[in-house]
């Protein structure tokens, strides 16, 4: 069974409702359409009402079985503001709560806040601030995590399974949040039924070289231990050691995770967007996502450059994520 099938059987049945904010877009359209047809998850469109129909005209599309959300006359908008001034307290006033109410992206999180909408999928036309913004304001991390980050699931040509961390958000974090990553991707890793064994990847195998970078992600490794006394982690590592049983034996031996590694946690945002566009680049690795974690209620945010079938599994894989 492919990891898109499993998740399906996951979400089948479960009445999962996703918004997509950017409902205008041909894309959003498309892949939506497909998800509606298909009945696995229930698609909300936001946006211009007007333009989403003509969009759909003018490119042939039967949008009559979607549900479009009329912004303007939702009937509980009125319980959407009161949510948000109670969950903005002290920060905005009535009247920018009511201003944020009109962007889509505000409005379809406030969907999710407030149980309308089990995620919401964005970030085909807006940026990744635009989408995660609103997230980190109104749905806000989970206890224990500090910061969200991001996931890349990564799909081999021979069907090998991997996550990829951070490879979206955060441009470098310390050996706590680091940890947080490496807990928060092993949960994510289990919705595609992979034993997660989380390597903490470094230029260094277990104190081969001295540096302040290699010595964080060794403490690192032993926070993620203690946040989570079942997560089979280990480093610091370099990824020829966490991959190759081979090189394992010669650098790590002993190692629970060592040449069999499945997650792989970077030191870095440059290392994790490097390493993951090698694999897809070059390796051939298809590259689902990013998946965002650590959030309260599930957020996903789109590359710019996304194509139909990445909208359909990145909701997909948003409504899989609603059950954890």
């Known amino acids: 069974m492919d990891i898109i099938t499993n998740v399906k059987e996951q979400i089948k049945g479960k009445d999962i409702k996703i918004v997509f904010p950017e409902g205008e877009d ?8 497909r998800l509606q047809e298909e009945g696995i998850i229930h698609p909300i ?3 211009d009402v007007a333009e989403i129909k003509k969009v759909a005209s003018e490119n042939g599309l039967d949008i009559s079985k979607l549900e479009i959300l009329d912004m303007e006359n939702y009937a509980e908008k009125d319980l959407l503001l009161s949510s948000l001034e109670e969950r903005r307290a002290g920060k905005n006033t009535k009247e920018e709560c009511e201003d944020m109410l009109k962007i889509p992206n505000y409005f379809g999180t406030m969907l999710v806040h407030t149980g309308k909408a089990s995620g919401l999928v964005s970030g085909a036309v807006n940026s990744t601030g635009d989408t995660v913004r609103p997230a980190l304001q109104i749905i806000k991390t989970k206890p224990g995590i500090s910061r969200t980050s991001g996931a890349m699931l990564m799909l081999g040509p021979n069907e090998e399974l991997y996550v990829f961390a951070d490879i979206a958000i955060n441009i470098e974090l310390e050996a706590s949040q680091l940890a947080e990553v490496a807990v928060c991707s092993a949960k994510t890793a289990k919705i595609f039924g992979i034993d997660p064994k989380v390597a903490m990847l470094s230029f260094s195998t277990k104190g081969s070289a001295k540096h302040d970078l290699a010595t964080k992600m060794a403490e690192a490794t032993k926070i993620a231990k203690e946040l989570d006394k079942d997560l089979v982690v280990d480093g610091e590592m370099q990824f020829d050691a966490a991959i190759s049983p081979v090189v394992a034996k010669k650098k790590a031996p002993g190692s629970e995770v060592a040449g069999k590694a499945n997650v792989f946690i970077f030191p870095d945002l440059q ?7 090698i694999a897809q680049r070059l390796g051939g690795y298809e590259a689902i996502g990013p998946i965002l974690q650590g959030l309260n209620k599930p957020i996903s ?11 359909y599994k990145i909701a997909l894989i948003t409504a899989a994520q609603s059950l954890q």
């Open 26 to 33: 041909l894309r959003i359209l498309n892949a939506t359409i």
């Open 45 to 47: 469109l936001l946006g």
């Open 271 to 277: 290392a994790g967007n490097i390493g993951y566009k």
């Open 301 to 311: 945010d789109l590359s710019r450059g996304c194509v139909e079938e990445d909208i």
